[in-house]
């Protein structure tokens, strides 16, 4: 076997193993992130139902919480993304005063969704709505059609961000319900965070469910529910 | 001089001077355009005055006037072509060139403020159906694809044959377009200042006098820059024909705003839009209803003013009008706050139950005006370049 042969083995084994060596642990990452691979499933309908009787006035913990959760700064210029906030209401009549959260209501018909050009704007089959961020174009037009205010507009780049939460500039973002924890078990960061257990999440399609055995029990009214919207977030109290 | 009958070669010089000046300023302010969406780009739209109760700002204003106008403006082709009038026929290639113009303007500023113009791509293969976005991007491109087969059966005599057909296409095209233009606002089920089946018809009017009064600027400066008079024949009836539009978009404005006011749900929006809220009832009376309406129709209507300088001033004020009408609508209409609890008392960090404050920057400004730069020069380069100059037969047959 002539010299050149040798090096010529050399060379590929040698190719071979530094190409293993590449290509592995992107394998390796790629089952990881394949693990998770089954869809959002039609049975489940993700809600919330927000008892007004148990949401304190002046409490923030839930803003608080959802801002750390989801890397937003918490500052509230009107350029700054709010993807929850406080509401502090007072009935003109009889000058009842009431406070509660308000967010992104993950419509079952969504006009967001509905007037989104590029489809960026998603309901998943579990009833979530959200934004995909590779394909927001940033027209703003979802904004323009949601009756609840609850989309902001990235107005600057961003640092420092979530991981498990990407943000970008020029796009749409709200209230995802805390997908990325709901996707492995846990639940979003405000109802978690509540010191008075006044958001209750869960599917409202399980029956057995606490949201599900509350909704039949309780009295709760969907915001705007004259829009026929079905938010999957009730209000109790109001 | 350059108004002397015949034209001499000092007079030629000079405009051929002007004519670079103009392409140098339109080119200016492109240019200062762009220069305004590449601090945004790289900024964000935190340098603009749109927030995220504002959402659609000035960009919007000038886009929408101009797209509008664009539809409009081919009235006077669909009036020649479809109805087979002398006059208009001889002034359709100048309409189109005019429509294309204006929709390009508009096109490129609706692009520009986009989040993430670097999209552009995803919005041209991603259409969502139920989305009058969607529909508009295919409304708007066809719009611009069809004028340009429109004039190339004017401007080439073996398509002749087939103007009628391209003209009755563009008659079609364009009320589909504004349609889907009034849709835009028509279909925001939530917000008191839309979500009007009126708002579509409103626009198409408003299209007629825009549209109108910007082609006859536009042919006033033609006539002037060739020295020419028009006829005053002709330009008696293109008088009247732009006095009846104003006073139809203005009954639809009316309409739009009284039945509003007849809902009493709706009278605080109407209140705050037309008497309290400030710049907006100014803008509206003063501007829309006053310089853009009345004025413009005293100088259109009232005996022993005949000059065209004068119907100009009046095609002038009528696009001034415009504006401020589409900015009330626009930002007033968002300004005014989404009613979430009624009966309710409303406050919060995220300005809910308030009125919503917005300044525009310069730098929203100077994309608006770069598309109507854009408009500017594609008018003037063809003009100057192809014959556009209306050519009107000696005895007027209708």
Known sequence: MSDMDMDRRNFLKTSVGAAAVAIAPGMMLYSVAQAKSEGASSKVRWGMLIDTNQCKPGCNDCVTACNRENGLSGETKSTDSQWIRKIDIKDISTGREISLPMMCQHCENPPCVDVCPTNASMKRADGIVLVDKHRCIGCRYCMMACPYKARSFVHEPQTGQNPDVPRGKGTVESCTLCVHRIDVGGKPACSEACPNKAIVFGDLNDENSEIAQKVRSVASVQVRADLRLNPGVRYQGI | ?398
Request: hydrophobic letters at 55%.
């Open chain 2, 1 to 398: 001089m350059i108004m002397s009958s015949t034209p001499t070669l000092e007079s030629l010089h000079f405009k051929n001077r002007l004519y670079w000046l103009l392409l140098a300023i339109g080119g200016l302010v492109v240019a200062a355009g762009m220069y305004a969406v590449h601090l945004m780009e790289h900024h964000g739209h935190i340098i603009t005055g749109m927030n995220n109760q504002i959402v659609w700002g000035m960009p919007h204003v000038f886009a929408i006037f101009l797209i509008v106008a664009a539809s409009g403006v081919l009235n006077v082709a669909s009036i020649g072509s479809v109805f087979g009038k002398a006059i208009y026929k001889a002034r359709a290639p100048l309409a189109s060139l005019l429509s294309i113009a204006m929709l390009v303007g508009g096109l490129t500023v609706l692009m520009l403020d986009l989040g993430r113009p670097d999209r552009i791509i995803v919005a041209a293969t991603n259409y969502n159906l139920t989305s009058v976005f969607a529909w508009n991007v295919l409304l708007y491109s066809g719009m611009v694809g069809l004028v340009v087969v429109y004039l190339w059966t004017m401007m080439e005599r073996r398509m002749n044959p087939y103007n009628k057909a391209a003209g009755i296409g563009v008659f079609v095209w364009r009320f589909v377009l504004t349609t889907g233009t009034g849709l835009i606002f028509a279909f925001l089920t939530a917000r008191q200042a839309y979500g009007s089946a009126l708002l579509p018809p409103m626009f198409i009017v408003l299209s007629f006098a825009w549209g109108m009064a910007v082609f006859h600027l536009v042919q006033t400066s033609i006539y002037m820059w060739n020295e020419k008079v028009i006829d005053s024949a002709i330009l008696q009836r293109k008088k009247h024909l732009l006095g009846v539009f104003v006073l139809g978009s203005l009954y639809m404005v009316a309409t739009y705003h009284l039945t509003n006011a007849y809902f009493s749900q709706q009278q605080g929006f109407e209140r705050f839009i037309l008497m309290d809220g400030g710049i907006y009832p100014s803008l509206f009376w003063w501007g829309y209803v006053l310089l853009g309406n009345i004025v413009p129709l005293a100088l259109l209507y009232t005996p022993g003013i005949r000059r065209d300088r004068w119907a100009a001033l009046a095609a002038l004020l009528i696009i001034l009008g415009g504006f401020a009408l589409l900015y009330v609508f626009i930002i007033g209409g968002q300004a005014w706050p989404l009613n979430l609890f009624p009966g309710y008392e409303v406050t919060s960090t995220f300005a809910d139950g308030q009125i919503a404050a917005y300044s525009p920057s310069i730098y929203e400004m100077l994309l608006g005006l770069g598309g109507l730069a854009i408009a500017f020069l594609i008018t003037t380069v063809s003009v100057r370049v192809l014959n556009f100059m209306p050519q009107d037969k000696p005895y007027i047959a209708d």
